[in-house]
């Protein structure tokens, strides 16, 4: 540590001093010079047998004023003292970062952290993220108002294409709920412990920002089943048929369909479920939410939906009788003419 009042007394200055002191030490490359056409490096530095301990600092001389030499233990002394080896800044603030697995979905983890830190940590001090967790933190609160904003567009467009409100209501209540319910399946299949091997840990995921992506695009694509089964099933009760029997004959009729769009689906995003390297956890994260969900969703589709159209949907069959029963002949009743 530098005396600096000893250092102003002897007419030194502290920016020379730490010069000198830099060049005797540090080892820093300063020029070169040739030698038999060969360039070597010029580094000044004091010799290794000289500076093995801290107590050999004190012998070092640095240069004062009009050329003279001044040892440097007449203006510095030596102190032990602890220090960090380097200082940690996120934000340009001092920082300590802490690493973990979360063993369950990394929201709730969040949480947890964030509860938890509010007790413990003094006035002052504060939490930030990087990786996955800022991106969470920062759109995750949007997961449910794109949620909602898909699935009312979704009635809209479906109401404004059958003419109706019940419908539309029918394919979304039959077909959304069970394919979140499989791809939500993906999320709570993972192990309490993550050092215990288990064939699910493989294929789960957590609730993040990107399985989240995955859940808006599943209320699409897992719509058009239902779209398939009820459009087909009305026309069929506008043929004459009931609407029991429409709703049976549709479901048989539009299983190829179904099962087309849904296996085209699923094998177009099971790649990947099996992505590995940089970015492989998002990758996979949407992956298992599309499978999943479609898998599923298409498997109880079949039967959920001709269900509720027989309990909501409107009965075409009545209204199909209208338009064909005959119009009553109309009678010319004229009077004689006198």
């Given at each position: ?14 920016q ?16 070169r010079?040739s ?9 000044p ?15 070092i ?22 220090t ?49 967790s ?11 108002p ?57 294929w ?113 069959h ?21």
């Open positions: 540590m530098l005396d600096r009042e000893k250092v102003a007394e002897l007419g030194l200055n502290l020379s001093v730490g010069q000198d002191l830099g060049a005797a030490v540090g080892g820093n490359f300063v020029n010079f030698i038999g056409g060969r360039s070597y490096k010029v580094v530095q004091v010799l290794r047998a000289e500076r093995m301990t801290p107590e050999q600092l004190q012998n001389f640095v240069t004062g004023p009009e050329g003279k030499l001044v040892s440097l233990g007449t203006i510095a002394t030596l102190h032990d003292r602890v960090p080896r380097a200082l940690n800044r996120f934000q340009q603030l001092n920082a300590v970062k802490l690493s973990g697995v979360a063993m369950r979905p990394l929201d709730e983890a969040l949480g947890y952290l964030e509860t938890e830190a509010a007790k413990i940590l003094p006035k002052g001090y504060a939490i930030d993220y990087t990786g996955e800022p991106q969470l933190r920062t759109e995750g609160d949007k997961f449910l794109a949620f909602l904003l898909a699935v009312v567009l979704i009635f809209l467009v479906l109401s404004a294409q059958f003419n109706s409100f019940r419908d539309p209501f029918v394919i979304l209540a039959g077909s959304v709920p069970l394919g979140m319910f499989g791809a939500l399946l993906m999320t709570f299949l993972k192990m309490p412990n993550p050092n215990i091997p288990f064939w699910t840990n493989g789960t995921t957590t609730l993040n920002v990107y399985s989240q992506v995955g859940l808006v695009t599943l209320v699409g694509l897992v719509a058009k089943n239902g779209i398939l089964i009820v459009e087909f099933a009305n026309k069929l009760q506008e043929s004459g048929k009931s609407k029991f029997e429409a709703a049976r004959e549709a479901a048989v009729t539009r299983l190829r369909p179904v099962l087309m769009t849904s296996v085209a689906t699923v094998c177009g995003h099971f790649p990947l479920t099996l992505v590995t390297g940089p970015g492989a956890s998002a990758r996979n994260s949407i992956g298992l939410v599309l499978v999943a969900g479609m898998a599923v969703g298409t498997a109880f589709t079949l039967f959920f939906v001709p269900a509720i159209y027989l309990l909501i949907a409107r009965d075409h009545a209204k199909a009788e209208e338009k064909v029963a005959p119009e009553p002949a109309i009678q010319d009743q004229l009077r004689p003419a006198v």
